[in-house]
């Protein structure tokens, strides 16, 4: 079964800092798909970046990018110059190009401190 | 601009009280999702539709149900709710391939 570590269940970091939050997967297929979504408190969930496993070029997104290493199947975020906006609950997910269905991780909950 | 959108935003129901949350979207996207959601955890896939195909997660309480009458429509029905089921219920979609777009949720409070 494909399953989605992430194992850092709270993390702050100082305005302006950087932080990296980790994600690890585990699946047997190719082709898939990996994100980042970040849900506010009390606030819609947006898609923060995404990347697509035929893709070695890590993505990145202004001040977000990804640390993708198939082989070690690990999906992690760079937040830079953190804003106190980032402030949220960070979930990595996961799907299989071959299904509908995306697995979440269990949720990162950042703290950008001012 | 092209959207998920959830009403009632806001729902209260008593215990036993059949509710209907509803979801639109206007994306055209093929597959639509229903989620519950309880504080502090990742989001739980309960069913999925990809167009009229109807996909149902097996741990889904038989107390959920869920029409898809067209296209942009969702709604999820909860026959019978219990204390339990006080959630954020979240709806998304997505295209064949790629990231899902989600809606901002109904909070359900059941007393």
């Known amino acids: 079964a494909q399953t989605v570590t992430q194992s850092q269940p709270e993390m702050s970091v100082q305005e302006a800092e950087t932080v990296t939050l980790s994600c690890t997967y585990d699946?047997?297929?190719?082709?898939?798909?990996l994100f980042w979504y970040k849900q506010p408190p009390s606030r819609q969930m947006i898609l923060v970046i995404r990347?697509?496993?035929?893709?070695?070029q890590n993505a990145t997104e202004n001040r977000f990018s990804v640390n993708f290493q198939k082989a070690a199947k690990s999906f992690s975020l760079k937040i830079s110059d953190s804003q106190l906006g980032d402030t949220a609950m960070y979930f990595c997910?996961?799907?299989?190009?071959?299904?509908?269905?995306?697995?979440f991780g269990t949720g990162t909950r950042l703290k950008v401190l001012a | 601009d092209a959207m998920v959108i959830q009403n009632p935003r806001y729902q209260v129901t008593q215990f036993g009280k059949p509710v209907t949350l509803s979801c639109s979207q206007t994306?055209?996207?093929?597959?639509m999702y229903w989620y519950q959601q309880k504080s502090s955890q990742a989001p739980k896939l309960l069913f999925h539709?990809?167009?009229?195909?109807?996909?149902n997660e097996a741990d889904t309480p038989d107390n959920f149900q869920s029409r898809r009458p067209n296209t942009s429509f969702c709604f999820l029905d909860i026959r019978s709710p219990g204390l339990g089921d006080a959630a954020m219920y979240l709806c998304?979609?997505?295209?064949?391939?790629?990231?899902?777009?989600f809606g901002p949720g109904t909070r359900l409070t059941v007393l």
């Open positions: 998304a979609t997505s295209r064949v391939a790629g990231e899902q777009f």
């Open positions: 990347q697509e496993a035929y893709k070695q």
């Open positions: 699946t047997s297929e190719n082709n898939y798909y």
């Open positions: 539709y990809y167009d009229k195909d109807f996909n």
């Open positions: 994306l055209n996207h093929n597959v």
């Open positions: 997910a996961f799907r299989d190009s071959g299904t509908y269905k995306y697995i």
